[in-house]
């Protein structure tokens, strides 16, 4: 009786064996389709920055006063012959221009609009010693820098103003955008935006065709060659927008 049941039991497992082989290989697969997907690969969209878009005015300044984007004319030193170049940001020699209190240079007939910004590369002259001056100023609506004692401020020449400051002004360069759309004026450094100030400009709309002039490096009356002030220092890559920059726009223009 014993054999009986051995051999039954033998013949039994290999068929206990193949059901349980059958069934794992038969049991349907998790489907993670789903769960693939929602970690599957999303593009990200990333803002089209176009830094010619609304450019009127471009000075590199390389050992010339020439305006580079073709929509202004040259700029013209205050007294003729006077301008003088030095390294840029990059260490190019002769590819950025130096002010030392001789000359400023004037900027003629910038188009004027609703929205505009401006961009420039500065690093001031320790050696003339720390003082107030606006070193790029706008006849207009335009927004404008100027040094006070031991800090950089974007500003703006309309009614009631107040600018914008940023930390202390030390002898590197550093990357400077003002943007004013007619009622908020911000200020960025080195593509950081330090802050907003409220200037309700009241002599909105501007007729068609209205502009006006920039001084570079001085500060005195529209057309007239008597210094107000004067700035000790070294500007390049200025421009001038007619539209208000987003903040990419102002990284990009920083990473240059």
């Known amino acids: 009786m014993k054999k009986h049941i051995i051999i039954l039991a033998a013949a ?19 489907d993670n389709s789903a769960e693939a997907n929602e970690f599957a690969f999303k593009p990200i969209f990333k803002p089209i ?18 305006e ?35 000359y400023g240079v004037d900027i003629f007939k910038v188009p004027l609009a609703a929205n505009m910004s401006a961009s420039v590369w500065a690093k001031y002259d ?20 100027a040094q006070e004692f031991d800090s950089y401020s974007g500003v703006i020449n ?23 759309d007619g009622n908020r004026l911000k200020f960025y450094v080195d593509g950081n935006d330090i802050g907003t100030s409220i200037n ?15 001084q570079l490096g001085y500060l005195g009356p529209q057309g007239g060659k008597n210094f107000s002030t004067v700035w000790h220092g070294t500007l390049d890559d200025f421009r001038v927008y007619t539209r208000v920059l987003s903040p990419a726009d102002v990284k990009a223009l920083y990473m240059q």
Do not use: M
Request: net charge neutral; glycine share 12%.
């Open 12 to 30: 039994i497992t290999p068929l206990v064996f193949f059901s349980c082989s059958k069934e794992k290989i038969e049991t349907p697969q998790k």
């Open 158 to 180: 309309v009614n009631g103003t107040t600018g914008v400051q940023a930390w202390p002004v030390d002898d590197h360069w550093h990357h400077l955008v003002a943007t004013y």
């Open 68 to 102: 580079y984007a073709g929509k202004l004319g040259d700029g013209v030193a205050t007294i003729f012959g006077a301008d003088n170049y030095t390294d840029d940001r990059k260490g190019n020699q002769y590819r950025a221009i130096k002010f030392n209190g001789r």
């Open 49 to 66: 920055i176009n830094l010619d878009s609304g450019l009127v005015a471009r000075y590199e300044f390389d050992g010339n006063l020439k």
């Open 126 to 145: 320790f050696s003339a010693g720390v003082s107030t001056n606006y070193f790029v100023w706008a006849g207009g609506g335009s927004p404008a820098f």
């Open 200 to 214: 309700i400009n009241l002599w909105l709309p501007y007729p068609n065709g209205a502009n006006f002039d920039y």
